[in-house]
């Protein structure tokens, strides 16, 4: 795989993990592990914004539209996160999910 292709596939592995169309685990397992942003890390909407400008230069403008409707589901203009993170001493987590959130005050456990 040269350097293109290569940034190509971690815009695209990136667009599936953040869109839920596929895992990491999904990713990492196929062996092509390259992402556009830092998978483990919170997702920032820089990184989106990044993730679409670079599908805008490649005219992949569907997936330009699907993250924009991502980014007005999440955040707010000012860029921060939608959702209240969970402020729990300790946190409850009944079920592993992508968007974590604590089982005791319902909000996001933020990474």
Do not use: W
């Not at 293109?4 to 999904?26: F, R, W």
């Amino acid at each position: 795989m040269n350097k293109i292709q290569a940034v190509h596939v971690g815009m695209i592995n990136s667009y599936n993990l953040i869109t839920g169309k596929a895992t990491i685990e999904d990713i990492i397992q196929a062996g092509i592990g390259l992402f556009a942003h830092v998978p483990d890390e919170e997702l920032e909407l820089e990184n989106i914004e990044f993730i679409i400008y670079y599908f805008q230069d490649k005219e992949m403008f569907e997936y330009c539209a699907v993250l924009q409707d991502y980014i007005e589901d999440n955040f707010y203009p000012d860029g921060t996160c939608k959702e209240e993170n969970c402020d729990c001493y300790l946190p409850e987590i009944k079920e592993y999910t992508k968007k974590m959130k604590c089982a005791t005050c319902d909000k996001r456990i933020k990474r």
